[in-house]
């Protein structure tokens, strides 16, 4: 078995919920999305010097719970050494992020290096509303499968034909599509500024088929959502885009010993997270990431600030 670290001193380690509401609901194929919750922790050393993390699960993409976050915070001990951080289970994917994230800010603050952006659009005809605000994004994303086909294919040839020359289109279905469907957005998507269509379907063995058969590439996302699966589907022979959510993937160190050892080819992206947990992201993502537009751009779904439950 590897050697961890030495453990080191002791930290004084401190927890707060947060809570702030969206600028307005998120609609996917996993369902309405109004609230973002979550924890910040700190942890302090001797000297009196912060470093700070985000646990922001999402169960429904596989995470733990924000209630199992809760209860893993609540009986950590109040002063923790680095045998314990390393020592989070897998089962609590966004805890690791988190905690790993603040030991990493306590001794060097993460810094975010320039970076592209992909600007979110919201689902249907929405879009095309909200479209010319975000003219300074070269790459947009646009969820898909949340609708009837026939209208989302119609909203998204007006889409191709108003978005500003050289803009990419990535398209993202959650994993709702059907082996038909997804053929049919493929079919549509051929010759047109698409980056790639993301999770079409739960299924992998049919997405990589339909990968060798279009030329428009597939990205998976839940299929990828913990480091085990990420590493599974690698060994099964997955070449293409994977996207990453670092909040809720797990271990950081983890994280990068894959995309360093298999040299993937990862986009980065939000969960939605304060800047705390943005920031120890995106420094990743500057240290990982290909050079693909990363999937942040989401201020115009952001409330200014955020509340902690105490207020």
């Known amino acids: 078995m590897p050697q961890l670290p030495d453990p080191g001193p002791p930290f004084r380690f401190s927890f707060e919920p947060y809570q702030y509401e969206f600028t307005q609901p998120l609609i996917t194929a996993h369902g309405l999305w109004r609230v973002r919750a979550g924890i910040l ?99 947009l994303k646009w969820k898909i499968g949340v609708e009837p086909l026939a209208q989302e294919l119609a909203v998204f040839a007006r889409l191709i034909r108003v978005m500003a020359p050289g803009t990419q289109l990535r398209l993202d279905a959650n994993g709702s599509l059907t082996r038909e469907t997804a053929r049919v957005w493929l079919q549509a998507c051929q010759g047109q500024p698409v980056e790639f269509l993301e999770q079409p379907l739960q299924d992998f063995q049919t997405m990589q088929r339909l990968a060798e058969e279009f030329a428009t590439p597939l990205a998976l996302d839940e299929s990828v959502a913990s480091l085990g699966r990420l590493e599974s589907c690698h060994r099964q022979g997955w070449r293409g885009v994977m996207v990453v959510k670092p909040a809720i993937i797990g271990s950081p160190r983890q994280l990068k010993r894959l995309c360093q050892t298999y040299r993937l080819d990862v986009v980065f992206s939000s969960v939605f997270e304060t800047p705390v947990g943005r920031r120890a992201a995106l420094a990743l993502a500057g240290e990982l990431g290909g050079g693909r537009a990363v999937g942040y751009g989401l201020d115009h779904w952001l409330n200014p600030g955020y509340h902690t439950e105490e207020g």
């Not at 596989?62 to 002063?79: K, N, Y």
């Not at 289970?89 to 306590?106: D, R, V, W, Y």
């Not at 659009?121 to 605000?133: R, S």
């Open 41 to 139: 922790v700190c942890l302090e050393d001797a000297a009196g010097r912060q470093g700070w993390g985000e646990i922001a699960p999402v169960p429904w993409f596989g995470s733990e719970t924000l209630e199992e976050a809760r209860d893993f915070c609540r009986q950590l001990s109040p002063r923790l050494d680095q045998t314990t951080i390393w020592g989070i289970p897998a089962s609590l994917p966004a805890c690791q992020f988190g905690l790993e994230s603040a030991l990493t800010a306590l001794h060097q603050p993460p810094q975010v290096p320039p970076l592209r952006y992909c600007g979110l659009l919201p689902t249907g005809v929405a879009a095309l509303g909200v479209l010319p605000t975000l003219a300074y994004y070269s790459t």
